[in-house]
C-alpha cells in the first residue's frame, strides 16, 4: 500500500512512473488500479526473456537492450488509472459504489504497471517452472541491463516485492533497486529480518558490477497512534541497528537517523486497514491525522536522493532555504555589479544549502555564460530544468547559451519550449525569429518578430530583427521603418544606424546614409563595419581617395577584415 | 625529460559515480601532490578525446606521470572504445620498462600503478592486474565528502604506500625515467579488442557466481 500511495504522489507531479508487481506468490498491485484482464505481466516477461537469452547471439547486453527496445511494450499496461474500494470510509464518491466495488478513482493521475502476469490457469505452473538462478547465470547483466533500460523511460519505477528467502527476493533487492525501500512492523522478526536484507543488499552492490549507488531507506510502519508505552523502546531498537548498519558498512564517523525517522514512517489508521484505498489521492497531506501526511513526507525525503542519515529535520530545511535564498539574492546583486566570479560563489553556497534550488542553478547558469564557460553553464541550465520542468526562463537560457555554440536545432528547441511555457516573453520569440531567419525561414521569422512586437510595443530588439528581415527580402521601405522604430526606441542603437545606413544607400540616399554611419561610429568608435561602410557610399559617388581612406581605417581596426582588404584593392585597381 | 604529472588518472565516465570519482580524485590529488611535489595531475577529460592529436597527448602524459591510477568498472574495458584499455596497457610497459632500470633490491617494491575498484571485485580485474592488491573504494561512497577517520586512514596509508615508490624514482637521479619509455611500442588496437572481449567473459562469469540470494539470517 506504501508502495502505490507514494507512486500515485509522483504521479501527482506529472513524472513518469512504472510499477512493477514482483510480489508474485501473493500478487496484488493490479487491484489498484484499473486494468486489461488477461494481459501479459512480469512472469510472462521473464518467461519469454529466458527464450530470447537460450538464443546465443541475444545473450549479451546489446541483445537484452534489443528485447527490451522491442518487446517490453508488451508487458506494460499503459497509464492505469487508480480505482479505490471503501470510498464511503470518507464520504468520497457515491455511497452506492460502497465496498462492493471498484469506483473510478483519479484519471488524472495515470501509471504504467507491469502486473505480476495474467492471472490464467496457468499462472502458478508457468510462476513456478522459472528458475530464476540458472537465468542469472545465464546472463547476470540481464536484470542490470533491464534496470538500466527502464531508467531511460521513466522518472520513477517502484518495483513491489517481499523481503522473505525467495529467489525473486534477491533480485528484487539485490540487482534492480537504486533506492531500497524497506518496509517493516515493530516486532523483532521484522527488523532484524529487514536489517538483514539491508546488509545483504548492501554488501551485494558494494562488489558487485553494478554503477548504480543503492541508498537503503527504512520506513517503519502500523505505527500505532495512540500513546504507547513501548513505542519508544522499539523505535529506539530499530534505530540503533539501522545506524550500526550503516555506520560499519559506510565507514561513517557518525549516523544520525533521528532526522530521517522523525520524517519517515507510516502511522496505523484503522479506517485504512479494509480494501485498496490510496488516501494519498484524496487525504489531507497537509495535516498529521491523516496517513497522507506520512506518505507525502517519505515521499519528500525519497526525492531529496540524499542517504537517510543525511536527511535534515524540517526546521533545518527551512532555515538552509532562508539562508539559500540570501546567498541567491546576494549573488544577484554581484551579478549585476559584473562581479561574476563572486556571484557564483554566492550561487554555489545557496545550492550547497538547498541542493533543489532551481533558480539558484539557473542564477549560476548565467554568470557562468557570461564568463563564456558554456559547459558549465548548459548543466546548470539542465539541472534547473530537471528540478523545475516548468522553468520557462532556464529553457529561455539553456537556448541563448547553445545558440552561441552554434547549436542552432537545440537551440531552436528551447526557445520553442521556453514559449510554450511562457507565452508571453517578448524576448523568446525575437530570438528563435533570429534562428528562422538564419535558416531562412522568413515567414516564420516575421511571425515571430510581429508577436515580440505585439507583446512589448517598444522591444527594440524585435524591430531591429525585423529590419533585418525586410532587408534580406529587399523590402528596403519597411526595413528602413523598422530600423527608425529601433533608433527612435534606443537613441544609442549603433547596428540600428549602420543598417539603416546601408539601406540608405542602397535607395541612393548617400548623405542620409553617411550621417547614419558617422552616428554609429559616434556611439561605437571601434565600428570597422561602419568605417568600411562610409567607404561604400564615398565609393559609389566616385570619391575614391576618401574610399581608401575609409577602408584602411577598417582594417587597422580589424587587421584581417576580408572586405575591406577587398575592397581596398579594388579601389588601387580602379586607380 | 623531467616529470610533468604527479599521476594519470583513467577512467571511464558513468554519471553515477562520477561525482564520487570527482570528490576521491580532490583528496587523492592533494596526495599525489604532497608525494610528489608536482601540482598537475592528468585527467583523460572528454574535451581531449576530440581532439587530433588525443591518442599522443595520452601517451606523452602517461609517460611523463610518476604514477598511473584506474578506476576500475565494469565498463572500464570497451570493445566499442578501448582507450581506457589502451591507457592501460601502455601504463603497465612504462612501469615495467621504468622497473628495468632499478637495483634488484627496487624492483620488488616499484609500483607505479595504483588501482581503485568502483565496482565489481579484484576478481574482474584484467588479468595482468588481477594480483596486485588493488583497493575497493565504493565503501567510501558516502564518506569521502565527510572526510571521515576511515577516509583520512584510507589515505594516509596511500600516502606511505606512494611515498615509498617515490622514494625509489628519487634514489636514481642519473635515470631519465620519462625518456627511457620513449621505445614502448603503442598498443595495437585489434590487439586489445580481442583482449577486452576475453576479458569481459571472464568478468561476466564472475558474476554469474555471485548469486543474489537472500540468506537466512544469522547464517
Known amino acids: 500500500m506504501a508502495l502505490v500511495n507514494i507512486a500515485c504522489l509522483a504521479a501527482k507531479e506529472n513524472k513518469k512512473i512504472l510499477l512493477i508487481d514482483c510480489d508474485l506468490e501473493a500478487p496484488g498491485l493490479h487491484q489498484f488500479f484499473k486494468v486489461k484482464e488477461g494481459s501479459k505481466g512480469f512472469v510472462d516477461l521473464i518467461s519469454d526473456v529466458k527464450e530470447w537469452i537460450s538464443i546465443e547471439d541475444n545473450n549479451n547486453e546489446e541483445g537484452y537492450c534489443q528485447f527490451m527496445g522491442e518487446q517490453l511494450e508488451n508487458y506494460i499496461e499503459k497509464n492505469v488509472n487508480p480505482v479505490a474500494s471503501n470510498t464511503f470510509s470518507l464520504g468520497m464518491g457515491n455511497a452506492d459504489h460502497a465496498g462492493d466495488n471498484k469506483t473510478d478513482f483519479d484519471k488524472s493521475v495515470s501509471i504504467d504497471l507491469i502486473k505480476a502476469g495474467r492471472f490464467d490457469n496457468n499462472y502458478s505452473t508457468k510462476l513456478n517452472s522459472i528458475e530464476w538462478l540458472e537465468i542469472y547465470k545465464l546472463a547476470p547483466s540481464f536484470f542490470r541491463t533491464f534496470a538500466y533500460c527502464l531508467e531511460k523511460s521513466y522518472d520513477y519505477i517502484f518495483i513491489d516485492a517481499r523481503t522473505g528467502l525467495a529467489d525473486t527476493s534477491g533480485i528484487c533487492t539485490m540487482l534492480m533497486p537504486q533506492k531500497l525501500v524497506l518496509v517493516f512492523a515493530l516486532n523483532n522478526q521484522n527488523i532484524n529480518g529487514v536489517v538483514d536484507v539491508a546488509r545483504q543488499a548492501i554488501d551485494y552492490r558494494l562488489s558487485s558490477n553494478d554503477y548504480r549507488e543503492l541508498q537503503v531507506y527504512p520506513l517503519p510502519s502500523r505505527i500505532e497512534n495512540s500513546a504507547n508505552p513501548y513505542l519508544q523502546e522499539w523505535i529506539d531498537n530499530y534505530k540503533e541497528k539501522f545506524v550500526a548498519l550503516f555506520t560499519e558498512k559506510y565507514m561513517l564517523d557518525e549516523c544520525n537517523l533521528s532526522s530521517y525517522f522523525d520524517r519517515s514512517f507510516i502511522q496505523y489508521y484503522a479506517i485504512h486497514a479494509y480494501g485498496e484505498n490510496i488516501p494519498a489521492l484524496y487525504e489531507n497531506s497537509g495535516s498529521s491525522n491523516f496517513i497522507a501526511y506520512n506518505y507525502n513526507s517519505f515521499f519528500a525525503v525519497l526525492k531529496k536522493d540524499l542517504p537517510a542519515w543525511d536527511i535534515l529535520s524540517i526546521e533545518e530545511e527551512l532555515g538552509n532555504e532562508r539562508l539559500a535564498s540570501e546567498h541567491l539574492n546576494n549573488g544577484l546583486e554581484l551579478f549585476y555589479k559584473q562581479e561574476l566570479k563572486e556571484s557564483i560563489e554566492e550561487y554555489l553556497k545557496a545550492i550547497e544549502l538547498n541542493p533543489f534550488y532551481a533558480q539558484a542553478y539557473n542564477a549560476l547558469g548565467t554568470s557562468y555564460s557570461f564568463l563564456a564557460k558554456y559547459t558549465e553553464a548548459i548543466n546548470c541550465f539542465d539541472k534547473a530544468i530537471d528540478l523545475k520542468a516548468d522553468y520557462a526562463i532556464a529553457y529561455y537560457n539553456r537556448g541563448l547559451v547553445k545558440n552561441n555554440l552554434n547549436l542552432s536545432i537545440d537551440s531552436l528547441n528551447d526557445y520553442t519550449k521556453s514559449i510554450d511555457l511562457d507565452p508571453s516573453k517578448a524576448e523568446s520569440y525575437v530570438n528563435r525569429g533570429i534562428i528562422y531567419l538564419s535558416d531562412k525561414l522568413t515567414a516564420l521569422a516575421e511571425k515571430d518578430f510581429n508577436r515580440a512586437i505585439e507583446l512589448v510595443p517598444n522591444l527594440a530588439k524585435a524591430f531591429y530583427n525585423r529590419g533585418v528581415l525586410y532587408e534580406s527580402l529587399n523590402q528596403n521601405e519597411k526595413a528602413l521603418s523598422d530600423y527608425t522604430k529601433a533608433i527612435e526606441i534606443k537613441p544609442d542603437y549603433a547596428g540600428a544606424y549602420n543598417n539603416r545606413g546601408v539601406v540608405k544607400g542602397k535607395l541612393k540616399l548617400y548623405d542620409e546614409a553617411m550621417k547614419d554611419f558617422d552616428k554609429t561610429i559616434e556611439i561605437m568608435p571601434d565600428s570597422e563595419i561602419a568605417y568600411n561602410n562610409k567607404g561604400n557610399i564615398f565609393k559609389f559617388q566616385n570619391l575614391y581617395s576618401e574610399a581608401l581612406l575609409h577602408f584602411q581605417k577598417a582594417l587597422e581596426l580589424k587587421p584581417d577584415f576580408i572586405t575591406a582588404k577587398n575592397n581596398i584593392e579594388s579601389i588601387k585597381k580602379v586607380n | ?219
Open chain 2, 1 to 219: 625529460m623531467a616529470f610533468e604529472y604527479s599521476n594519470f588518472i583513467s577512467y571511464r565516465r558513468e554519471e553515477q559515480r562520477n561525482k564520487f570519482v570527482k570528490d576521491f580524485c580532490s583528496l587523492f590529488n592533494t596526495t599525489t601532490f604532497d608525494v610528489t611535489n608536482l601540482q598537475e595531475h592528468f585527467l583523460d577529460s572528454n574535451e581531449i578525446k576530440g581532439s587530433p592529436n588525443f591518442g599522443e597527448k595520452i601517451y606523452d602524459a602517461i609517460q611523463k606521470s610518476y604514477f598511473f591510477s584506474i578506476f576500475h568498472t565494469y565498463h572500464y574495458l570497451n570493445e566499442a572504445n578501448p582507450w581506457c584499455a589502451k591507457e592501460l596497457k601502455y601504463a603497465l610497459d612504462v612501469e615495467e620498462c621504468r622497473r628495468q632500470k632499478l637495483e634488484e633490491k627496487d624492483k620488488a617494491h616499484f609500483f607505479s600503478l595504483n588501482l581503485f575498484i568502483l565496482s565489481g571485485t579484484d576478481k574482474d580485474l584484467p588479468d595482468n592486474i588481477r594480483n596486485r592488491n588493488a583497493i575497493p573504494i565504493s565503501c567510501y561512497q558516502h564518506s569521502i565528502k565527510k572526510k571521515t577517520k576511515a577516509v583520512n586512514d584510507f589515505f594516509s596509508r596511500l600516502y606511505d604506500f606512494m611515498i615509498d615508490v617515490y622514494k625509489i624514482y628519487q634514489r636514481y637521479p642519473h635515470v631519465d625515467f620519462v625518456a627511457c619509455c620513449d621505445e614502448i611500442v603503442k598498443p595495437d588496437d585489434e590487439v586489445i579488442k580481442g583482449w577486452i572481449r576475453e576479458q569481459k567473459k571472464i568478468i561476466l562469469e564472475n558474476e554469474a557466481k555471485q548469486l543474489p540470494v537472500l540468506k537466512k539470517y544469522g547464517e
